[in-house]
């Protein structure tokens, strides 16, 4: 896959890898429990050439850091860093004055992905003991 690899620093201090490529309205991937970047590559192509894709390689997997220990949290507090990364790149937050409610293949827009991506970790179910 083509593109620039670079990296945006978690809330916590772990390294997320980025991978970005193509021109026009930004477009932000985060793949799947099991995949990385490449899980992206049979539509990579498609999407750069309408969009501005980052895509993110979650903590723990391919260029990516990790910490010692696995939290939920931590996940959502990258994408809210890489969000917020990305708005600042392009000097200011996302434009929510668009109108579309589907993106490629009938998928969220980015900027819908986004403001869900910068929502609080919702709480772990307690246990009733």
């Known amino acids: 896959m083509e593109g620039t690899r670079h990296t945006v ?7 997320i890898g980025l991978l970005t490529a ?3 309205p930004d477009l932000l991937l985060v793949h799947g429990g099991m995949g990385t970047i490449e899980s992206w ?6 999407l750069t050439r309408q969009w501005r894709v980052t895509a993110i ?17 931590s996940e959502y507090g ?10 600042d790149e392009r000097g200011g937050p996302v434009d929510r004055r668009q109108r579309r409610t589907t993106g490629p293949t009938g998928s ?13 970790a919702p709480s772990s179910p307690r246990s009733s003991a």
């Open 22 to 24: 193509g021109s026009g």
């Open 57 to 73: 390689e979650r903590r723990g997997r391919g260029s990516s850091g990790d910490a010692d220990s696995y939290d939920l949290s």
């Open 9 to 15: 620093t978690g809330t916590d201090g772990v390294r």
């Open 41 to 46: 590559q049979r539509v990579w192509c498609a």
């Open 78 to 87: 990258d994408v809210a860093a890489v969000a917020a990364a990305l708005a």
């Open 108 to 120: 969220p827009p980015w900027w819908l992905m986004a403001r869900l991506a910068v929502r609080p």
